[in-house]
């Protein structure tokens, strides 16, 4: 037999483990816990007590050298006072280089390289000028001074200078001062106790190093705040910001644990000891190599033992769970043996053998009751007796049989109702179907009549506008008309007022001519008079007064021809003025006519998308007309087909046994 799995069945098969598989995992996943929590109680205990142990170790050493340094210090003082009681060698009355003599004979007796004496002003015996020199102006001040190591003033050697307070020696203030070697202070310093890569350092107020493990940093006067020993910067920081303390610090990839102290009867210097940590770490990681390979034998064990333990467990569980996958598989008549030890182990293979029997007989009951009402016997009822959940599968089984038996009843008496009704649905369908038929074509042809009727309303619309058109382009023309009367007017008058100008012009020629007559008589007289002389005066005056009255006459003659064009222009005056009222009213007429025509063009246009809508229903109607009579030949075809499945249905029913 073959299974099939689904997909999320695979997924689940694919991510179950087994319970021995989960016992055995729980139980190694509590032992490393417990391991591991040990080996991080123990391991922190050790970084603990390895990293308290150095601190103490660096720290005492620390302490050490601060005592070590105050008793050299102290040691030193007392040679400076020594040669602050001797008078001899600040007596001025004995020769200098004498004094320097007995000086010389003092250092050689002491620890001191040499002795000598400055004056208040900084001035030395040496012809050396100290004002500039910070253990000078510290002396000055009344008190003892040490200085880093420094180059001499006197020979340009490295060493380390010594002044004792100023005092006053026959009114005049001296300063006895001198020099040690400059690795006086080193040589005291051992690392041999300390890991290897460790160090000691000791630096002044300003951080250049007094003394060291390592010399050369003393003569190379090196100074740990210099932008030349950057890497050291942060180191000085702390330890010249505070009195004493321990400070880690990583340095070249190695890492360092420093104890740091004040040294007492100094300028703040500070002595440091150096511890390398990262030797401590190594010592630190071969104890937890050890523990781990110890921890790793215990974990072993531990795993042989829960093997053995879990296969006494697992083995029952397994063969229970083989049947369980077998049983999920459709698979009750393959027989389970229970074969578990006397414990839970053999209650869950014996609730193993009873779910199996029990799977058996009700799947067999339902098999034999299902196969009866395939064969079409609806008389059939389970007789078994279900327990618990399975209770409600029997009742459930014989309420369908019940159920089918008494629908399949109905369905009988009920089919004989369905063939008529098919029959009557089938007769009305097809009525409906003429109907629509006949319906249909008549809407066509009142489709086909609207369609004539859009047309001409489409014709009038189009002449209504053209007619609008010529109306609008009439209206124009009489307004041009209109404004040509008004000029034609305004030249009329125009020709009046230039008449009635000409008019005073010949009146003046008039009066012109009177006077020339009355100026020609009056020389004719004096003509006259004079009787010989004036003959030729008299013929001139008689030409002037033949020449005044032809001016007369021509200015009457022309007074009459203006009065006749005054007279003609008031009757063209007239007439123009009339024709401008009726060219007026003639344009009022056609802008009334020109808005009715274009209240016909509208109406026409509105006539056109009315009868245009009503086209378009009509086309909506016929579709549905059409639809619906294919409608109606579908229902008559469905009717005649349901009544052929009412016969076939009834005949189908007619084989299950219901009495």
């Not at 020979?155 to 100023?166: E, H, K, Y």
């Not at 109606?632 to 009412?646: I, W």
């Amino acid at each position: 037999m073959y299974i099939i799995f689904t997909q999320r069945e695979m997924f689940i098969l694919a991510k179950q483990t087994s319970i021995k598989a989960r016992i055995l995992r729980m139980c190694i996943i509590s032992v490393v816990v417990v391991v591991t929590v040990l080996l991080t109680a123990i391991v922190t205990m050790i970084y603990r007590a390895y990293d308290a142990s150095y601190q103490d170790q660096a720290n005492s050493l620390a302490a050490a050298y601060c005592q070590m340094f105050r008793n050299n210090i102290e040691n030193l003082q007392l040679n400076i006072k020594s040669v602050q009681a001797r008078t001899d060698v600040l007596d001025e009355t004995i020769p200098l280089k004498e004094r320097k003599a007995k000086l010389a004979d003092l250092a050689s007796t002491s620890i001191m390289k040499d002795f000598s004496v400055a004056y208040g002003d900084g001035t030395t015996y040496n012809n050396t000028d100290l004002t500039q020199r910070e253990y000078f102006q510290t002396a000055m001040k009344g008190s003892y001074a040490i200085s880093a190591p420094v180059v001499r003033l006197t020979d340009n050697s490295i060493t380390t200078m010594l002044a004792g307070p100023v005092y006053t020696y026959n009114g005049k203030q001296y300063v006895i001062y001198g020099s040690i070697d400059t690795l006086y202070f080193s040589n005291g310093l051992d690392t041999s106790s300390m890991t290897e890569g460790s160090n000691i350092i000791v630096m002044d107020k300003h951080g250049q190093i007094v003394a060291a493990s390592d010399t050369n940093l003393v003569m190379a006067l090196a100074n740990y705040t210099s932008e030349e020993n950057k890497k050291y910067n942060s180191l000085a920081a702390e330890i010249l910001s505070k009195d004493e303390g321990i400070y880690k610090y990583k340095l070249d990839g190695v890492e360092y644990i420093s104890a740091y102290k004040t040294v007492p009867d100094t300028d703040g210097w500070k002595i440091a000891v150096n511890e390398n940590y990262s030797g401590v770490k190594k010592s630190i990681l071969v104890d937890i190599l050890v523990i781990l390979g110890i921890s790793l034998v215990v974990v072993a064990i531990g795993v042989v033992i829960v093997l053995k333990v879990s296969n006494k467990i697992v083995k029952p569980v397994i063969k229970n769970t083989k049947r369980l996958r077998l049983l999920s598989e459709g698979d009750v008549t393959t027989p389970f043996v229970n074969d578990s030890p006397r414990d839970e182990t053999y209650i869950l293979s014996e609730s193993m053998v009873n779910t199996v029997e029990t799977l058996k007989t009700y799947i067999n009951d339902i098999r034999d009751v299902l196969s009866a009402l395939a064969a079409g016997d609806l008389t059939v009822t389970s007789t078994l007796e279900y327990k618990g959940d399975f209770i409600e599968i029997g009742k459930s089984l014989n309420q369908i049989c019940s159920a089918l038996k008494s629908e399949m009843s109905e369905i009988k008496n009920g089919i004989s109702s369905m063939k008529e009704g098919a029959k009557q649905v089938a007769a009305g369908s097809q009525a409906l179907s003429q109907t629509a038929i006949e319906e249909a074509q008549a809407v066509s042809d009142i489709s086909e009549t609207v369609s004539k009727i859009n047309e001409q309303a489409d014709n009038t619309a189009k002449v209504s506008e053209k007619v609008s058109e010529l109306t609008l382009k009439t209206n124009e023309n009489a307004k041009s008309g209109g404004e040509l009367m008004a000029e034609l007017l305004a030249a009329v008058q125009n020709i009046r007022e230039k008449s009635n100008a000409i008019g005073n012009i010949i009146k003046t020629i008039s009066d012109i001519a009177f006077q020339t007559n009355i100026l020609s008589l009056n020389a004719s007289i004096e003509a006259a008079r004079a009787g010989e002389a004036g003959k030729g005066f008299s013929v001139v005056a008689s030409e002037v007064s033949a020449l005044a009255a032809k001016s007369q006459l021509a200015v009457e003659n022309t007074e009459a021809l203006i009065n006749d064009s005054l007279s003609a222009v008031n009757n063209g005056t007239d007439i123009a003025n009339r024709a401008s009222a009726e060219m007026t009213s003639i344009v009022e007429d056609i802008s009334r006519v020109a808005e009715e025509i274009a209240r016909i063009n509208a109406a026409a246009i509105e006539q056109k998308d009315s009868i245009t809508l009503i086209n378009e229903n009509m086309s909506k109607i016929e579709s549905v007309m059409q639809s619906t009579t294919a409608t109606a030949e579908e229902s008559a075809a469905s009717g005649e087909q349901l009544s052929s499945m009412s016969e076939n249905l009834a005949s189908t029913v007619e084989k299950y046994v219901t009495e």
